[in-house]
């Protein structure tokens, strides 16, 4: 009798064993899970940054564009803003390259606003530009209208007037146009995120995408 009691003893301790073990595989299994579903999630990698560490230096987004390119001025509206949150966070840093490529207009167009940087007020200038095309403002990128808006942002139109006589910007903007030829840009906007090139306009998503994985490999 006393056998039987130390056998049932036993096998209790093998079936306590057990189903410890169980509970440990079932945990694990649900923090793996876990980790998985954060790492496959864009959003929650780009959020999860604490840039204020200094631990990562800043990814790289170069963006060519031109402000008659439609696809460009989808860009600047729908995509551009989250971009620059990124930036402020310390995420990211910015390079917009203009081309003023498509014709004289939006040539004259780009010099103004490459004018406007000079004067700290390249990011106003360019968006409102970009407005001017959503608003289908008539001749947007006549000088007259050019002059208009530096005006509207407190700089000083008689000299962007000389500029754009001058052509004074032209020479910035075949240095910009030439790294686009060198970059393989074939439809714009191109937008280059540590190297990895979009082009044409996508989904938020994908450049959420991009940086993402830029992230991962940078932590790698």
Not at 11 to 34: A, P, Q, W
Not at 85 to 90: D, I, L, Q, S
């Amino acid at each position: 009798m006393k056998k039987i009691q130390v056998d049932i003893a036993a096998i209790k301790r093998i079936v306590f064993k057990s189903i410890y073990l169980l509970l440990s595989i079932m945990i694990l299994s649900v923090i793996t899970g876990c980790a998985k579903s954060v790492n496959n999630n864009p959003l929650r990698a780009v959020q999860n940054v604490n840039p204020s560490e200094g631990e990562e230096s800043p990814l790289k987004i170069v963006i060519y564009t031109d402000f008659e390119c439609g696809a460009c001025e989808r860009l600047n509206l729908k995509i551009e803003p989250k971009l620059r949150e990124f930036k402020a966070a310390g995420i990211v840093q910015i390079d917009i390259r203009l081309l003023g490529a498509i014709s004289d207009d939006s040539l004259r167009a780009a010099q103004a606003a490459l004018w406007a940087a000079e004067k700290g007020r390249f990011i106003e200038y360019h968006d409102a530009m970009f407005q001017a095309f959503r608003q289908n403002t008539e001749e947007p990128c006549s000088k007259e209208k050019l002059i208009e808006l530096a005006d509207s942002l407190s700089l000083n139109k008689k000299a962007l007037q000389r500029c754009l006589d001058s052509d004074c910007k032209k020479a910035e903007l075949t240095k910009n146009m030439d790294m686009a030829t060198a970059d393989g840009v074939g439809v714009l906007p191109a937008v280059f995120i540590n190297g990895t090139k979009i082009e044409g306009f996508k989904p938020l998503e994908t450049y959420i995408d991009v940086i993402d994985r830029a992230l991962a490999e940078q932590s790698n």
